[in-house]
């Protein structure tokens, strides 16, 4: 097992900044591919940003140039840096864990999620 705490959503201004971390803990020694997802209401969940154990990382079109996904391995925890911000931004964000071990998919954790909301 693999649990998973969001911390660091809130209420920012359009323009501003937030950084989310997602603490890890359990099981993590399985835990390879880990990423950020977002849903805002009325919408399917959507990935935000994703980061392998190597460092190697990916974005959605819309983080692009303004969020930056991180991990430190040594404290188990994966960080979301998000600058400016907008209203479409707004969402509950979700840390996800891929667990994956001697070549074996395991299972897919996630955390209970983070309000970010951006005022106009």
């Known amino acids: 097992q693999v649990q998973l705490v969001e911390s660091g959503g809130g209420l920012v201004q359009a323009g501003g900044s937030l950084r989310l971390s997602c603490a890890a803990s359990?099981?993590?020694?399985?835990?390879?591919?880990m990423g950020w997802y977002r849903q805002a209401p009325g919408k399917d969940r959507e990935l935000v940003a994703g980061?392998?154990?190597?460092?190697?990382?990916n974005y959605a079109d819309s983080a692009k140039g303004r969020f930056t996904i991180s991990r430190d391995n040594a404290k188990n925890t994966l960080y979301l840096q998000m600058s400016s911000l907008k209203s479409e931004d707004t969402a509950v964000y979700y840390c996800?864990?891929?667990?994956?071990?001697?070549?074996?998919?395991?299972?897919?954790?996630w955390g209970q999620g983070t309000q970010v909301t951006v005022s106009s």
């Open positions: 980061i392998t154990n190597g460092g190697s990382t």
């Open positions: 996800k864990a891929v667990t994956s071990c001697a070549g074996l998919s395991g299972p897919i954790y």
């Open positions: 359990g099981d993590i020694i399985c835990v390879s591919v």
